[in-house]
């Protein structure tokens, strides 16, 4: 009985042995794989954690720079976070803080180049927009309002795009062009709900125009 079970064994240990042989490389190259991407998720989770812990003790420095006014340490933060934390959020949302800092503190140019670089480098539209309309404001605040156009060609989130009808009805008002101007204003009107305060200071610009807003909409609820 034993040399049988003795045999038996044997035989087991055989196919064990040639399973192994046939099967042992691919078992073992699936396993690095497995546990090697397992790995490498935890690493990525633990890099990013670390990453976002960084980028939000910048954007807290850039937050007390701006309280300060501190022009200087701004965009030596600013440049800080974008070189080492770019594709964050912080990073955007620094970018902005910082671009209105220095606008309020007269570096149009420094402001201009951090609001350039979140709406060509930022990784979320909203951001992007948010970047551009400012970028728009400060092209109309210096005249240059044919790049002021070119700037709000690009395409945004469904939910600015009354924002940016808006911006380019006030390029159209400082061109003289009235009419494209109301046209802008209307489309960011209709866009906007009741519940968006802005859409007040959008039918005062229609009023200014000769437009009531308020009357059109009551006549064409009438008409219903």
Do not use: C
């Not at 927009?129 to 109309?140: C, F, G, Q």
């Not at 390029?171 to 007040?200: H, I, N």
């Not at 229609?206 to 219903?224: F, H």
Request: charged share 25%.
């Amino acid at each position: 009985m034993a040399k049988h079970l003795d045999i038996e064994e044997q035989e087991q240990l055989d196919q064990i042995k040639h399973f192994w042989a046939q099967y042992g490389n691919l078992i073992t190259w699936v396993l690095i794989v497995v546990f090697g991407s397992v790995a490498a998720f935890n690493g990525w989770n633990y890099w990013q954690r670390t990453q976002a812990t960084k980028a939000a003790a910048l954007f807290e420095e850039i937050d007390n720079a701006a309280r300060a006014s501190d022009a200087e340490r701004i965009e030596r933060t600013l440049a800080e976070m974008k070189s080492g934390f770019g594709g964050t959020t912080f990073a955007a949302q620094g970018a902005l803080l910082a671009a209105k800092t220095l606008h309020d503190t007269g570096n149009t140019d420094a402001a201009r180049n951090a609001l350039t670089w979140v709406a060509d480098s930022s990784s979320d539209k909203a951001y992007q927009a948010v970047a551009r309309l400012r970028l728009a404001a400060l092209d109309v605040d210096s005249k240059a309002l044919d790049r002021a156009l070119k700037t709000l060609e690009a395409s945004v989130p469904r939910a600015f795009e009354p924002l940016v009808a808006d911006r380019r009805g006030d390029v159209f008002m400082e061109q003289g062009k009235p009419e494209e101007a109301k046209s802008q204003y209307l489309t960011a009107w209709r866009g906007l709900t009741d519940q968006v305060e802005y859409r007040r200071l959008v039918e005062i610009k229609l009023a200014a125009l000769g437009v009531d807003v308020t009357a059109q909409a009551a006549a064409a609820e009438a008409a219903k």
